[in-house]
């Protein structure tokens, strides 16, 4: 039997790596990954796409740095075998990632790393490779070095990464547009890596805290459980060992939007909504891979969506992942499978009671609520209390024909309520439908006088009925020392 060396074509293969789903907030995740595993403890991230300079991305750390041969070897497609026995803190898998995230973005990729006092740099141009069909990587001189963006914010020690002819980031020219597109990006960017690397941006993690900035702007950890909210339940924890390896699984019930301060909660409906985040949130050494997922053993829904559930891991048990390149996608081993479906039904029957036992005590507070709720079998409906007493006493005043068009017109209301509209507003933008205006004084004081004058007349009630009647309607007791008051004056 013969056998053949079939080396791939540089040309194709190199543009062929540029095609693998990075998104540019998970190239960026991509890199600093490297960075925090090299120790670092300050990134910085620059976008310069000012007119009269070639635009480019620079990423600066203070991590540990490289020599020659360590940086050569990092450039290097395919650098280390998956299967390796990496060092426990590693974020890294493939050795791919400084590669393939860079070509997502960019044609041009330059590392400089200094380390012992030492400074070493090399390049990969697309271009050249295209040219040559070589795996050609250039080593700058190191007269040339200085003349890089930002390179003097590199120390005594650490790495930089430059990302030049950006074809995949900016528009063909660089206007105003392309320069909001791209600022735009890096918003993105910035809510992307405040999530992934919230307990280290915090010191959750190993009590080991980095920093990350953005052109000069320091991002806030992003933690998706809420933990500094008293409102947040934490549950029992739960490990499952594998190997001898434990994954540790850890469930959280997110408190009620109405117990988030009007600050909290707009943090975090800015970075997506209650029900598309629920789920499983997985850290692979703190690193969060992927979230938002119940893996099928639970459908997304509106009941269901202040449950969340940390599951960390070790890199030892990559293989039982399935981890992708991106970092962006990981499925549960059966063990922890089997674990997470009896943790989900106990979890999400916790965040039932909380999310629909709120919608109850509403209704509870009222004697005379104004809507009454109806479940007949798998139906629920909900009509209008034409016992209440202010729609009695209106009824009692007008003539019989005249009422029967009125519970006719309230029929209508009933059957013509916008469910799905709502249902979509309140699931986006739940806060809205309680953060109404405040209710002028003029406006309330006619909504009394007129009540009690209805009620009064039809039914002579007294004032101290009358008051217990105001006080359980929603806009008077949730304004009670204007109401009050204006009782006073009144009556």
Request: proline share 4%; charged share 30%; aromatic share 10%.
């Amino acid at each position: 039997m013969q056998e053949k060396i079939l080396s791939p074509h540089a040309s194709s293969l190199s543009q062929s790596m540029r095609d693998l789903g990075y998104s540019l907030e998970t190239a960026i995740a991509d890199l600093i990954d490297n960075s925090i595993t090299a120790g670092a403890s300050n990134i910085r991230i620059f976008l310069d796409i000012d007119e009269g300079n070639d635009p480019c991305l620079v990423i600066i750390d203070d991590g540990s740095g490289m020599n020659e041969n360590a940086l050569l070897e990092a450039m290097r497609p395919g650098s280390r075998n998956p299967r390796d026995k990496r060092d426990k803190d590693d974020l890294g898998r493939f050795g791919l990632g400084l590669k393939t995230a860079s070509f997502s973005q960019c044609k041009s990729l330059t590392v400089i790393s200094r380390k012992d006092q030492n400074t070493f740099a090399a390049c990969w141009d697309l271009d050249l490779i295209a040219d040559r069909n070589e795996w050609i990587v250039k080593i700058p001189a190191i007269e040339d070095i200085p003349v890089a963006p930002y390179i003097e914010m590199l120390g005594t020690q650490g790495t930089y990464i430059l990302w030049q002819k950006l074809d995949r980031f900016l528009d063909n020219s660089i206007n105003e547009r392309s320069k909001s597109n791209s600022y735009t990006k890096l918003s993105i960017v910035e809510k992307h890596l405040a999530l992934v690397f919230h307990r280290y941006i915090s010191g959750d993690y190993k009590r080991r805290k980095v920093n990350i900035e953005i052109n000069g702007h320091i991002i806030t950890a992003f933690d998706p459980f809420c933990i500094s909210n008293k409102a947040t339940q934490m549950l029992q924890e739960e490990i499952v060992r594998i190997d001898g390896n434990e994954i540790k699984i850890q469930p959280y019930i997110l408190p009620h939007h109405s117990k988030l301060s009007k600050k909290e909660y707009d943090f975090y409906r800015s970075r997506g909504d209650f029900v598309t985040n629920q789920g499983a949130y997985i850290y692979r050494n703190g690193r969060l891979m992927a979230w938002g997922d119940w893996f099928r053993l639970v459908p997304k829904s509106e009941a269901t969506k202040l449950a969340r559930i940390q599951i960390d891991f070790t890199n030892v048990l990559d293989e039982y992942w399935t981890i992708d390149i991106k970092k962006s996608r990981a499925h549960p081993p059966p063990q922890v499978r089997e674990k997470l479906s009896q943790i989900i039904n106990r979890i999400t029957d916790q965040s039932k009671r909380i999310h629909i036992g709120r919608g109850n005590r509403l209704f509870d507070k009222q004697s005379q609520p104004l809507w009454l709720r109806f479940s007949d079998r798998d139906k629920i409906r909900y009509e209008v209390n034409k016992d209440h007493v202010l729609i009695n006493a209106f009824l009692n005043r007008i003539d019989p024909d005249n009422a029967s068009i009125l519970r006719d017109v309230i029929s209508l209301i009933e059957r013509s309520i916008p469910l799905e509209a709502i249902y979509a507003d309140y699931s986006s933008v739940p806060q809205s439908f309680e953060e109404k205006e405040p209710i002028q004084y003029e406006d309330l004081k006619g909504q009394i006088m007129h009540f009690y004058i209805l009620l009064t007349s039809a039914f002579s009630m007294d004032k101290e009925n009358f008051i217990k009647t105001i006080l359980s309607m929603k806009q008077f007791n949730e304004n009670k020392e204007l109401t009050y008051k204006i009782l006073e004056e009144l009556i």
